[in-house]
Each structure stands twice: as structure tokens, then as C-alpha cells.
């Protein structure tokens, strides 16, 4: 990318040459896909792999990293549909971002002053550990601590592409003074990488959560830990990635975290920070992303003593997985009835899921309806008998809409007029890119199901369509 060279170093020019440059790589579309599809409480996997699949570059990055160590999963995963049900939403979405970012600026050139490889170990670092305290602490931000804490820095990304020779000024004053590169930026520049980040953040149209933390990261204060807690985590996650050596430029002399004023507030505000595993980040950014997941999760006890009672979703799913797999094989072989076989899926999903009913429905293209082959329990746990047993109402929605349906989704939808009570969930089956059929599950308690039950039931559903050409 080419370079620009201002004459002074006035606040003005820099924004005049921003504003003039037009050749930043944009987003890829992909990112605003999924950012839509996971703000949606009703998108399934199938939605969320097909538009990961519209972009077959990011499909080979997410395999690759997926089958390193990275995720240190006991078997290959040979597709996004396996990744998606392997590592969950979340972590794709982050993969997604990661891997999109780093595909635009890998090929940057290097520089004497300037490190592509450190400034993204900085960046990936404070993005890990800005979910670690989240999930430690207890607070959800709808995943978007993980994009703050990756492209917090990414003004200085811009600085050095556009303005080389003036940014060198910086590192050179920051060096000789012993100074923050930010502190350096105001001296020599006027400007500072907050704001440029800024600029980046409104050109890709980034949430507005996203471009708060890159422009406010440096000038956060205790009051924002209650008022603005995702700046405030991003800065505490920035400042304990530089304290383990994941910086962009090392500055001497930092002050012990613990004696931080936004680490005290926080300590106060969530007194689960008062835990954080500090002294063992260094390990926790070098483990295997669902090691330290695990071990986040832990209390300081379980951590001191290596037990691990907590076990993981992906070691859930991978059990469910492998037993729907030997049910398909069993299959294969003639070893096993259809109906013994889904008789034996409802028994695995019944260790997870709470459930008095479960209905199966196959799609009949010749006579336009869906076709019920298997049921156990009561319906009316969930819904109206007749319409149910027909295939019809909430059943009969997923099918038009091919998208998952919560019971506080059907209770406030108008087209399904069946009576709603207790829990209900319900999956559409797609094989390959074809609609095939529904899956339902129902209890007679209230408030049972919620997005891990959904996952598991979309898990259910892949092996069920693989299942479908053994019903006779």
C-alpha cells in the first residue's frame, strides 16, 4: 500500500489525508453476514455455514486453524458444518473476524520499527484475554469483546501504512524518552492511533460498541467500569497482554495491575475479578483456546489441584457426536433397527435435554405435507394435540421458515394459534442444501430450553437427516 508524507504534523492535515485516502481494504462481507445472523435469536447452523461458504478462502483458513493445535480437538474436522457444531457460534464468529482482519494486512511490509507478527500477537492476545475476564466475571456482550480487543490498536495499523516516515518519529521519541507510543503519538503527532482507529472503525461500519473501545481505550476511568464496562475490560486486557511481553513496543516500568485504579473499581464492581488468574495468563495465551476455556471456568481451588468439574460443551458435543456416528454405522451394517436407532439418539439426547416429548417429521415433496415417523411422550406438554400430530402450527412455521423456533418466540407470534404452554423447541432437519424435515422437543416445566438446548437439537438433527434414508 502506498505511503503518504505530510509536510507538518498538524491534527488538521492528518484528518484532511484520512479523509482523502480511499484505498483501506474493506470488511468482507462474510463478517456483516454473520454479525446479522448471530444477532438473530432464531438463526440455525444451516444459516450460519452457508454464509461462511459463500467465501471459500475463509473456509480453508477455518479448517486449517481448526485441525492445528490450536483447539486441541481429538478428530479432524473436515467441513464448517463440523467446526460450527465442534467449537460453537461464538468461536467461529471469532474465527471469522480473526482470520478476515489478518488475510488484509498479512502481506504488509515490514518495517525497522514496525512488527506485523508482535503487533498481531498483541492484538489476538488482548482480544483472548478481553473474553477471558468476560467469561470469568460472569458479564455477556454479545461476543463483541472479542472484535474490540482485535482491532483496538489497529489506528497504529493505519498510521504506519499511510504515514510511514512521520510514524517512525514516534517510535524514535518513544525509544530515546522511554515513553508510551501513545504518550509519543501526542508529542510528536498531536494525533494519536485512538483516533485513526476511529476513522477505521466508521469506514468499516463496525458497531457502534467497537469503535467506542477504539477511540476511548487510553482515556478510560474508574466511572466507566459501571458506565462503560467494555472499555474498561479491553483496557484492563490490553495492559495485562503488554505486562506478559505480547507488545507492540516494550516500554519499561509498568505499574503492578493489581494497583491500577480501573482494576480496583472492577474488583469492586465484579468481585469474581479478585480471582482472575493473572500470573498464569503468560499460559493461558500459549494454551489451546478450549484448555483455557476450561480452565477459566475453574475456581482458584480446582485450578491449584488440576480437578476439572466442569465439563466443557465441546466434550458434550463430541460425545453426542461420535454416539449418533456409531448409530449411523450400526445402521450401515444392518446391526440395528431405524426405530432402535432413534429410539437410542432420544436416550443420548435425554442425558442433556430435559424433554417428556420428542417428535420427528419427514418432509413429503410428492404430497406437500410432513410426515410424522417418530414419536415419544406426550404432546400436549407442548402444543395443541391435532395440529401437532398433523405436522401443522409451530411445526408446520419451522418448516416454511427453515429456522429454529423457542416457545418465547411461537408465545409472541401471530401465525401460530395453537395454545403454547410449557417448553418447546423445535429444529429444522436439513440434508445437504434440501429441506427434509422438523425435530421437536417438549417438557412440561417452563423456561427449560434456551440456546445450548437449541445447539444440542441442531446437532441431533444433521445425524436425523443422514438417518432419514433407513425409514422404510
Given at each position: 500500500m502506498?505511503?503518504?508524507?505530510?509536510?507538518s504534523?498538524t491534527?488538521?492535515?492528518?484528518?484532511?489525508?484520512?479523509?482523502?485516502?480511499?484505498?483501506?481494504?474493506t470488511?468482507?462481507?462474510v463478517y456483516?453476514?454473520?454479525?446479522?445472523l448471530?444477532?438473530?435469536p432464531n438463526?440455525?447452523?444451516v444459516?450460519?455455514?452457508r454464509?461462511?461458504?459463500?467465501?471459500?478462502?475463509?473456509?480453508a483458513k477455518?479448517?486449517q486453524r481448526?485441525?492445528?493445535?490450536y483447539?486441541?480437538?481429538?478428530?479432524e474436522?473436515n467441513n464448517i458444518?463440523?467446526?460450527?457444531?465442534m467449537?460453537g457460534?461464538?468461536?467461529?464468529?471469532?474465527l471469522?473476524?480473526?482470520?478476515?482482519?489478518?488475510?488484509?494486512?498479512?502481506?504488509m511490509?515490514?518495517?525497522?520499527?514496525f512488527?506485523?507478527?508482535?503487533?498481531?500477537?498483541?492484538?489476538?492476545g488482548?482480544a483472548?484475554?478481553a473474553s477471558?475476564?468476560r467469561?470469568?466475571?460472569?458479564i455477556?456482550?454479545?461476543?463483541?469483546?472479542?472484535?474490540?480487543?482485535?482491532?483496538?490498536d489497529?489506528?497504529?495499523?493505519?498510521?504506519?501504512?499511510f504515514?510511514?516516515?512521520?510514524?517512525q518519529?514516534?517510535?524514535?521519541y518513544?525509544?530515546t524518552?522511554?515513553?508510551?507510543?501513545?504518550?509519543a503519538?501526542?508529542?510528536?503527532l498531536?494525533?494519536t492511533?485512538?483516533?485513526?482507529g476511529y476513522?477505521?472503525?466508521k469506514r468499516?461500519?463496525?458497531?457502534?460498541?467497537?469503535s467506542?473501545?477504539?477511540l476511548?481505550?487510553?482515556?478510560?476511568?474508574?466511572?466507566?467500569v459501571?458506565?462503560?464496562p467494555?472499555r474498561?475490560?479491553?483496557?484492563?486486557?490490553?495492559?495485562?497482554?503488554?505486562?506478559?511481553?505480547f507488545?507492540?513496543?516494550p516500554?519499561?516500568?509498568?505499574?503492578?495491575?493489581?494497583?491500577?485504579?480501573?482494576?480496583?473499581?472492577?474488583?469492586?464492581?465484579?468481585?469474581?475479578?479478585?480471582?482472575?488468574?493473572?500470573?498464569?495468563?503468560?499460559?493461558?495465551?500459549?494454551m489451546?483456546?478450549?484448555e483455557?476455556?476450561?480452565?477459566?471456568y475453574?475456581?482458584?481451588?480446582?485450578?491449584?489441584?488440576?480437578?476439572?468439574?466442569?465439563a466443557?460443551?465441546?466434550?458434550?458435543?463430541?460425545?453426542l457426536?461420535?454416539?449418533?456416528?456409531e448409530?449411523q454405522?450400526?445402521?450401515?451394517?444392518k446391526?440395528?433397527?431405524w426405530?432402535?436407532?432413534f429410539?437410542?439418539?432420544?436416550m443420548?439426547?435425554?442425558?442433556?435435554?430435559?424433554?417428556?416429548?420428542?417428535?420427528?417429521?419427514?418432509?413429503?415433496?410428492?404430497?406437500f405435507k410432513?410426515e410424522?415417523i417418530f414419536?415419544?411422550?406426550?404432546?400436549?406438554?407442548?402444543?395443541?394435540?391435532i395440529n401437532?400430530?398433523?405436522?401443522?402450527?409451530?411445526v408446520?412455521w419451522?418448516?416454511?421458515?427453515?429456522?429454529?423456533l423457542?416457545?418465547?418466540?411461537?408465545?409472541?407470534?401471530s401465525k401460530?394459534?395453537?395454545?403454547?404452554?410449557?417448553?418447546?423447541?423445535?429444529v429444522?432437519?436439513?440434508?445437504?442444501?434440501s429441506?427434509?424435515?422438523?425435530?421437536?422437543?417438549?417438557?412440561?416445566?417452563?423456561?427449560?430450553?434456551?440456546?445450548?438446548?437449541?445447539?444440542f437439537?441442531?446437532?441431533?438433527?444433521?445425524?436425523?437427516?443422514?438417518?432419514?434414508?433407513?425409514v422404510?
Open positions: 502506498p505511503t503518504s508524507k505530510l509536510d504534523k491534527r488538521i492535515e492528518i484528518w484532511n489525508t484520512l479523509k482523502s485516502i480511499d484505498n483501506v481494504p470488511m468482507p462481507s456483516f453476514k454473520l454479525d446479522k448471530l444477532s438473530d438463526a440455525s447452523i444459516s450460519v455455514r454464509a461462511i461458504e459463500e467465501d471459500p478462502p475463509i473456509v477455518i479448517l481448526v485441525n492445528s493445535g483447539y486441541n480437538l481429538s478428530r474436522v458444518q463440523q467446526a460450527i457444531v467449537l457460534l461464538t468461536e467461529i464468529y471469532n471469522v473476524v480473526e482470520l478476515s482482519i489478518l488475510s488484509m494486512f498479512q502481506n511490509k515490514e518495517s525497522p520499527y512488527s506485523f507478527d508482535k503487533f498481531w500477537k498483541h492484538s489476538s488482548t483472548r484475554t477471558a475476564i467469561k470469568h466475571i460472569g455477556s456482550f454479545d461476543n463483541v469483546e472479542f472484535t474490540s480487543g482485535l482491532l483496538h489497529f489506528g497504529r495499523l493505519i498510521l504506519c501504512i504515514f510511514n516516515e512521520l510514524y518519529t514516534v517510535f524514535e518513544s525509544e524518552n522511554q515513553s508510551s507510543l501513545y504518550d503519538e501526542m508529542e510528536q498531536n494525533f492511533h485512538t483516533e485513526a476513522w477505521l472503525a468499516w461500519h463496525l458497531p457502534t460498541e467497537v467506542d473501545v477504539m476511548h481505550h487510553h482515556d478510560v476511568t474508574p466511572k466507566d459501571r458506565e462503560h467494555l474498561a475490560i479491553v483496557y484492563l486486557a490490553d495492559k495485562i497482554t503488554n505486562l506478559w511481553g507488545s507492540l513496543h516500554v519499561p516500568n509498568f505499574d503492578a495491575i493489581e494497583e491500577d485504579p480501573i482494576w480496583l473499581e472492577a474488583v469492586k464492581v465484579y468481585p469474581r475479578m479478585a480471582t482472575f488468574p493473572l500470573d498464569d495468563m503468560i499460559n493461558i495465551l500459549n489451546p483456546i478450549e483455557a476455556d476450561t480452565y477459566l475453574q475456581e482458584e481451588s480446582e485450578r491449584n489441584t488440576g480437578k476439572v468439574q466442569l466443557s460443551l465441546k466434550d458434550i458435543v463430541e460425545n457426536i461420535n454416539g449418533f456416528a448409530l454405522h450400526n445402521l450401515e451394517e446391526q440395528l433397527s426405530i432402535d436407532a429410539v437410542k439418539m432420544r443420548a439426547l435425554q442425558s442433556n435435554i430435559r424433554m417428556d416429548l420428542l417428535s420427528i417429521y419427514r418432509w413429503n415433496a410428492d404430497a410432513l410424522p414419536t415419544h411422550g406426550d404432546p400436549t406438554s407442548a402444543l395443541d394435540m401437532f400430530r398433523r405436522g401443522k402450527g409451530a408446520r419451522i418448516m416454511q421458515n427453515k429456522k429454529p423457542l416457545i418465547s418466540n411461537a408465545e409472541r407470534n401460530i394459534t395453537e395454545k403454547v404452554v410449557n417448553s418447546f423447541l423445535g429444522p432437519i436439513v440434508t445437504g442444501n429441506f427434509s424435515g422438523v425435530m421437536v422437543v417438549g417438557c412440561f416445566q417452563d423456561g427449560q430450553y434456551g440456546d445450548n438446548e437449541q445447539y437439537l441442531e446437532v441431533a438433527s444433521e445425524y436425523v437427516g443422514r438417518l432419514f434414508r433407513f422404510e
